[in-house]
């Protein structure tokens, strides 16, 4: 019944759902279908779960929260362009941590982060002439919105096919020690084509990543590379198909649906 499931989930306006394979084992795993709910009060999620729990051809529902939702998780600086490379450990170097703070954001902000989400090349010009104010004020706010970490990834979208990757491994991870977790984040990063990492708020995981992978000598390796860690207590590995560009940008899509710039 995973199609109709499958159909039935993406009735469900805050929920983008995604297939997964669990790669531990030769049957479908714990999950046969996983996807990311977004919403903006927390009696929405409720009503959400509740939906897909009633559905009869549901078994069970878990649910996993992010702990800092709105902060890029994306490492595409993790991305290894050139294949032979893969399997060589990465050389990171350490970056300041950031502060972010609240910030008030008026029509003019949002509208011009929504243009940003829906087409990062645009000119300022362009943004400018569509919504009927200077050149300097789009600059000055552009400048506004990158000195507040509001803007805080520039990137392009990549076919990571095209580089001869053939799907993205998602690892979810259960510690140890909790005390141990920031060490374990680091040690998860020197992984080369570790493009994604976060952590959860209670639950049946602690963090959650994602791997991409150009043969099944790949997996196998991941594999050994997690096993590797101490504090790691047990990983659950699932397979997907790289079926978009990269990065996803998951927040700007449910900004876009929420039609933030009216609020």
Known sequence: ????????????????????????????????????????????????????????????????????????????????????????????????????????????????????????????????????????????????????????????SIDLKKLGYKGIIDVYVKVDKKSGLSQTEKQLLAIPNLVFLTTFVGGFYDLRCANIIADFEDIIHLKKQFYSMSNIQRAEFYFNDLGTPWPIDFVGQCLLEWEFANY
Not at 103 to 108: E, N, Q, R, S
Not at 136 to 145: D, E, H, P, S
């Open 1 to 156: 019944h995973q199609e109709k499931i499958a159909q039935f989930l993406k009735t469900l306006p805050q929920l983008q759902c995604t297939c997964a394979i669990d790669l531990t084992n030769v049957s479908l795993g714990k999950y046969s279908l996983y996807g990311l709910i977004t919403t903006k009060k927390s009696n929405q999620l409720t009503e959400v779960v509740a939906k897909i729990d009633q559905n009869s051809f549901v078994k069970s529902v878990d649910v996993l929260l992010f702990s800092d939702p709105w902060v890029n998780k994306w490492h595409p600086e993790n991305v290894i362009v050139d294949l032979s490379e893969r399997k060589k450990p990465l050389q990171r170097t350490e970056k300041p941590d950031t502060t972010y703070k609240a910030v008030t954001l008026d029509a003019l902000n949002r509208n011009i982060i929504k243009m940003l989400m829906e087409n990062s090349r645009i000119s300022f010009s362009n943004m400018a002439r569509n919504l009927k104010v200077s050149l300097n004020t789009v600059t000055q706010r552009y400048r506004f919105l990158k000195e507040n970490n509001v803007l805080n990834l520039s990137t392009i």
